[in-house]
């Protein structure tokens, strides 16, 4: 392990623009990965930072009205699931949205869930459904949903489809308090403005809120890390005098397509989610390799195995329904497997020293 780390620090310290990209770990392998990043003068991005940061981009151009988890399954009588991302990420949030008791709701409603450009699948038992879906496409779908609330005219030719539109129009005018569950990952950003622009109509006159469900690989938790750490989200670089945020110029794989980064730190390790590499991620580019996972790598790169945050070891992790950092204790905790942070921190030493000699 010690001649494995001298590598890594030797190559790393070698590096003109090493990008820390996968980032699939805890907060404190988070926080490692953001103090070796300013060290080294390197990017970090996230695996799962392109629906995060195009939400993120979206919100600071219009706004947003974001509720909590646990205050839609338990307050929202009506419940709009978007596309088929929502119940692909998570096959169980219908059931926990949808609890058989909870608090009392606002309004004399009851609760109802309409799907939008997705089938019906599995839904609780006793919760009306009502499903939009048709020959048109997502973002159509969504558009004329948008039409209905604001009693804009709209003109189909599937007769039933288009009732049914005006029907979850008008469901949502009256709605105590209607809630937008989308994964910002699936949609396109005119989608999303839609959906915001359609928020903003109903709350000038009733109650309504967005929910969008949390990246995977704890990329909220990583988010959240990054941004009180620097003040900035992932994609950010350190290779100024003070760090520079841009959702274009530092993704991880432009940055290694492109030739401007010479060598990729790639972290993957957290129980349950598996980090897609970039497509030039082991070819070719000299990489650092931290996974609980086996590993097709290069020749030349160095991999050292760590353990599996929630897994192997307690972690500190995003929490959808509690929508904030919450500590997971060890399914079946292995101390022999170093840690995330502990592997970092450690080359970032070694970096140190050999700087000093």
């Not at 189909?156 to 029907?167: G, R, V």
């Not at 329904?321 to 080359?347: H, Q, R, Y």
Request: hydrophobic share 45%; net charge neutral.
């Amino acid at each position: 392990m010690d001649r494995t780390l001298q590598r890594a620090a030797d190559l790393l310290a070698q590096a003109r623009l090493p990008v820390i990209g996968g980032l699939f770990t805890d907060v404190n392998g988070a926080a490692a990965a953001l103090a070796l990043a300013q060290k080294l003068g390197g990017v970090v991005d996230h695996a799962a930072s392109r629906g995060m940061s195009r939400a993120a981009r979206v919100m600071r151009e219009t706004g947003s009205t974001p509720a909590s988890f646990g205050e839609v399954r338990n307050r929202a009588d009506t419940v709009v699931v978007i596309g088929d991302g929502p119940r692909d990420r998570d096959p169980e949030l219908l059931d926990r949205l949808f609890p058989a008791k909870g608090l009392p709701r606002p309004g004399d409603n009851k609760r109802e869930l309409i799907v939008v450009g997705t089938g019906k699948g599995k839904t609780p038992s006793g919760i009306r459904t009502k499903v939009i879906k048709g020959k048109h496409a997502l973002p159509e779908l969504v558009a004329l949903l948008g039409a209905a609330v604001r009693e804009t005219p709209f003109e189909i030719h599937d007769e039933a489809l288009a009732k049914k539109i005006l029907s979850a129009g008008k469901r949502l005018r009256e709605s105590a308090f209607a809630v937008f569950v989308c994964d910002p990952a699936e949609l396109e950003e005119p989608v999303l403005h839609t959906v915001l622009e359609t928020v903003r109509l109903l709350v000038k006159t009733t109650r309504a809120a967005t929910l969008a469900l949390s990246a995977p690989g704890n990329g909220d938790g990583v988010n959240l890390c990054s941004t009180w750490t620097c003040g900035l989200p992932v994609r950010t670089s350190f290779a100024g005098e003070v760090p520079e945020n841009n959702m274009w110029a530092y993704e991880a794989e432009r940055l290694l397509k492109s030739g401007e980064a010479d060598t990729l730190v790639w972290i993957d390790a957290l129980d349950g989610a598996d980090a897609t590499p970039p497509t030039r991620a082991f070819r070719g580019i000299p990489s650092v390799v931290l996974s609980s996972k086996p590993v097709k790598a290069g020749r030349d790169d160095v991999v050292i195995e760590v353990g599996a945050a929630i897994a192997d070891h307690d972690a500190a992790v995003y929490l959808p329904p509690i929508a904030g950092i919450g500590e997971v204790k060890a399914t079946s905790a292995d101390s022999s497997k170093p840690t995330v942070a502990e592997v970092l921190n450690k080359i970032g030493t070694l970096i140190d020293a050999k700087g000093a000699a």
